[in-house]
Nanobody, 125 residues
Framework: QVQLVESGGGLVQAGDSLRLSCAAS????????MGWFRQAPGKERDFVAV????????NYADSVNGRWTISRDNAKNTMSLQMNSLKAEDTAVYYC??????????????????WGQGTQVTVSS
């Protein structure tokens, strides 16, 4: 099992920045990739970004590419998401997730094995 705890959400204005963090504990050697998803009210849980634990390579959703940066600290088993130029449409609950091994598409929430409890990000326009 891998336990995930997110932090850093809050209420900001459009154009502001926010940094989310996710701390992993437990069987962290199982981490193949670590990512962020978000879910707005009445909508599906959407992929935001992922970082591959071994290589540090990253992938982003088109909607955040160029605005946000995902990073990780392997030694501390933490991951962060620096969100710049926030927009009202970024408002959602943000979830940290772990993929234990390579399989399928990283866009699909179904391919992630462990999830955090979520942190709310609200961007006022």
């Amino acid at each position: 099992q891998v336990q995930l705890v997110e932090s850093g959400g809050g209420l900001v204005q459009a154009g502001d920045s926010l940094r989310l963090s996710c701390a992993a504990s437990g069987r962290t050697f199982n981490i193949y990739g670590m990512g962020w998803f978000r879910q707005a009210p009445g909508k599906e849980r959407d992929f935001v970004a992922v970082i591959w634990w071994g290589t540090g390579r990253t992938n982003y959703a088109d909607s955040v590419n160029g605005r946000w940066t995902i990073s990780r600290d392997n030694a501390k088993n933490t991951m962060s998401l620096q969100m710049n130029s926030l927009k009202a449409e970024d408002t959602a609950v943000y979830y940290c997730a772990v993929m234990s091994f390579s399989r399928g598409s990283f866009y699909s929430a179904n391919n992630y094995d462990y999830w955090g409890q979520g942190t709310q990000v609200t961007v006022s326009s």
